[in-house]
């Protein structure tokens, strides 16, 4: 029927050859009929597709109340695809890890100076999702206070970043002079924050990207990502085409 050929074109032209001709040979009463008749990896694929573009939506919606307008979502969301696929690191979790930062940052611009320096110190340090998970959270933890304690410093210490040294260089100051500073309560967390943040860029940046397309792990962890992208923008595609029958 006409649907079922719209979809099968769409989904054929935007993710590979051959899964559009499947779906559109199928689809009679919707998605979900087209789906169980559909086996192995092609139906694991499309499912997997249509859940990330429902974490994309209910992101665009989140970070719109905040930038303010759809358009510097979009944007934001944009700026996370692209590292995604640059450094090989899964969409769903780049965007996972992104919220988490954004909700102790509250702000976009931050959260994304944050998370490009948590990705890059990361891959400098060993490479482990989990460290990036932790760098972000750590700076987000700096960020969300009004002004910075030693400790929390400590914590980046332990994780490979001399946080001191990031902004003596920024600030032009000596570390004691930056000790002093936080024992008073004068540092402020979200400026102090983007000064580590940016002292970490200024030595790593890219970092991730470099070594996701130089070594083969790295190749493979690209093609997958960009796999998964793609197969979502496919899957966004069937779904506006469905919308207007």
Do not use: C
Request: a negative charge; glycine letters at 10%; proline letters at 1%.
């Amino acid at each position: 029927d006409s649907l079922g050929q719209t979809l099968g074109s769409i989904i054929g032209t935007a993710i590979m050859p051959g899964i559009g001709t499947a779906i559109g040979s199928t689809v009679g009463s919707g998605v979900d009929t087209a789906l169980n008749k559909i086996s192995g990896p092609i139906q694991k694929t499309i499912a997997q597709s249509i859940e990330l573009n429902k974490q994309l939506e209910l992101t665009k919606r989140e970070f719109t109340t905040f930038a303010g307008t759809e358009q510097e979502a979009a944007r934001y969301l944009a700026d996370l695809k692209k590292l995604s696929i640059d450094t090989g690191n899964d969409f769903g979790w780049v965007i996972d890890t992104s919220e988490h930062i954004f909700d102790l940052t509250q702000n976009l611009d931050l959260t994304n100076t944050i998370l490009k320096a948590a990705t890059d110190h990361a891959a400098d340090f060993g490479g482990e999702a989990e460290t990036i998970r932790k760098v972000g959270e750590a700076l987000g933890l700096i960020a969300e206070k009004g002004s910075v304690a030693s400790r929390e410093l400590q914590k980046l210490y332990k994780l490979g970043i001399d946080a001191r040294k990031y902004l003596a260089q920024a600030t032009g100051l000596k570390e004691k002079e930056i000790d002093q500073l936080m024992a008073e309560d004068r540092l402020r967390g979200d400026v102090a924050a983007r000064l580590i943040a940016e002292g970490i860029e200024r030595e790593k940046a890219a970092f991730a990207a470099k070594l996701a397309q130089t070594t083969v792990a790295g190749a493979e962890r690209r093609f997958s990502v960009l796999t998964q992208v793609r197969a979502a923008e496919g899957t966004e595609k069937a779904t506006q085409g469905i919308g207007d029958f």
